[in-house]
T-cell receptor
Framework: NAGVMQNPRHLVRRRGQEARLRCSPMKGHSHVYWYRQLPEEGLKFMVYLQKENIIDESGMPKERFSAEFPKEGPSILRIQQVVRGDSAAYFCASSPLTNTEAFFGQGTRLTVV | DAKTTQPNSMESNEEEPVHLPCNHS???????IHWYRQLPSQGPEYVIHGLTSNVNNRMASLAIAEDRKSSTLILHRATLRDAAVYYCILRDVGGAQKLVFGQGTRLTINP
């Protein structure tokens, strides 16, 4: 059973471009969480999704950021019109049930130039 | 989510036990105590969790105070690979499902 897969591992975007980060949860996991970690800072919750539903998006910036977890395929975190301040590591986690251990991917490191 | 308090950093020697403390004086009856760690340049990794009783697994032990206002993560024999930031997190079984990470404890292991 492969772990949580995130791709790409590294992504470079110019200011104003769009960034799409993908997360494939572990097999059988229907709960996905996205976190952001700015350089030398802690992990900040962004959004929690179940299949086709956003359950908690209290940590998502109000503009430019969106997330989805379709019935088929990976979860996508989309950042439109990226700015330098979006440069960070973005981690995805999945779990089979609520309040069970969460398994994290290796992250996508986004650099905006 | 209830708050936890951990020391910013700790240091230990290889092959010695390490005791990482966590205070959670406002814990509620339905809060589970979770521990995760993050090795350099990697995603967080689940370590252990418990509710009231002490817990053991292949990675570590979790000792929970009788009043549940504090807990201690015990690494029985530290290795260099255990150098990481350790996070103590409270997670309400019936409430919000997200993990809220604090600043954690940065553990340094000396050879």
């Amino acid at each position: 059973n492969a772990g949580v897969m995130q791709n790409p591992r590294h992504l470079v975007r110019r200011r104003g471009q769009e960034a799409r980060l993908r997360c494939s949860p572990m097999k059988g996991h229907s709960h996905v969480y996205w976190y952001r970690q700015l350089p030398e800072e802690g992990l900040k919750f962004m959004v929690y999704l179940q299949k086709e539903n956003i359950i908690d998006e209290s940590g998502m910036p109000k503009e430019r950021f969106s997330a989805e977890f379709p019935k088929e395929g990976p979860s996508i975190l989309r950042i439109q019109q990226v700015v330098r301040g979006d440069s960070a590591a973005y981690f995805c986690a999945s779990s089979p049930l609520t309040n069970t251990e969460a398994f994290f991917g290796q992250g996508t490191r986004l650099t905006v130039v | 989510d209830a708050k936890t308090t951990q020391p910013n950093s700790m240091e230990s020697n290889e092959e010695e036990p390490v005791h990482l403390p966590c205070n959670h004086s406002t814990i509620s009856g339905t809060d589970y105590i979770h521990w995760y760690r993050q090795l350099p340049s990697q995603g967080p990794e689940y370590v252990i969790h418990g509710l009231t009783s002490n817990v053991n697994n292949r990675m570590a032990s979790l000792a929970i105070a009788e009043d549940r206002k504090s807990s201690t993560l015990i690494l029985h024999r530290a290795t260099l690979r255990d150098a990481a930031v350790y996070y103590c997190i409270l997670r309400d079984v019936g409430g919000a499902q997200k993990l809220v990470f604090g600043q954690g404890t940065r553990l340094t292991i000396n050879p």
